[in-house]
Antibody
Framework: QVHLEQSGGEVKKPGASVKVSCKAS????????ITWVRQAPTQGLEWMAW????????NLAQKFQGRLTVTTDTSTTTAHLDLRNLTSDDTAVYYC????????????WGQGTLVTVSS | DIQMTQSPSTLSASVGDRVTITCRAS??????LAWYQQKPGKAPKLLIY???SLESGVPSRFSGSGSGTEFTLTISSLQPDDFATYYC?????????FGQGTKVE
């Protein structure tokens, strides 16, 4: 069965970078894109990025342009999110997710990774 | 960017009530819209995709309707397990966006 296992929580200082990993299993990794979504404490869901493990093509939310990189490693079936120059506003749970089929609806979700930015 | 406006932000209801949540898009998203349920500390769970298709295993009391710019999630008879926050999500074009959420309490 499809499973997305994310890396553990992180505590970072303002100005630092964080890397969150998402290991996929139970399906052919290159067939479906990986989406990243975050959720600040008590807030709603925020779409961040999408990447195709097949060809590396990405779509990023404009607000993160310049400090967000998303990549995939097909040899380990793992997706990575790298967010730089962190501020307290980046404190959130970060989720990776995969579509259920041809569309963009997100059927499979990782368990979430809490990133805390604090001095 | 296409914005999604979800209403109400909070909804007070009782077991057995019929519940309706609305999501409006600033321009047409055709039928590329999903609904999710989220409980505290958990990842969202897909309920409805392509505006009206019920995800496998989701109870039939959940239904979705609409197309273009106006969409509705209906719970025909609210059950104790349904008290949660619900989000719409459009995926017709990038950047994808979510509604602000509706907490059913």
């Amino acid at each position: 069965q499809v499973h997305l296992e994310q890396s553990g929580g992180e505590v970072k200082k303002p100005g630092a970078s964080v890397k969150v990993s998402c290991k996929a299993s139970g399906y052919t990794f290159t067939t479906y894109g990986i989406t990243w979504v975050r959720q600040a404490p008590t807030q709603g869901l925020e779409w961040m990025a999408w990447i195709s493990p097949y060809n590396g093509h990405t779509n990023l939310a404009q607000k993160f342009q310049g400090r967000l990189t998303v990549t995939t490693d097909t040899s380990t079936t793992t997706a990575h999110l790298d967010l730089r120059n962190l501020t307290s506003d980046d404190t959130a749970v970060y989720y990776c997710a995969r579509a259920g089929g041809y569309g963009g609806y997100l059927l499979y979700w990782g368990q979430g990774t809490l990133v805390t930015v604090s001095s | 960017d296409i914005q999604m406006t979800q209403s109400p932000s909070t909804l007070s209801a009782s077991v057995g009530d019929r519940v309706t949540i609305t999501c409006r898009a600033s321009q047409s998203v055709t039928n590329w819209l999903a609904w999710y349920q989220q409980k505290p500390g958990k990842a969202p769970k897909l309920l409805i995709y392509d505006a009206s298709s019920l995800e496998s295993g989701v109870p039939s009391r959940f239904s979705g309707s609409g197309s273009g710019t106006e969409f509705t999630l209906t719970i025909s008879s609210l059950q104790p397990d349904d008290f949660a926050t619900y989000y719409c999500h459009r995926y017709n074009s990038y950047p994808w966006t979510f509604g602000q959420g509706t907490k059913v309490e």
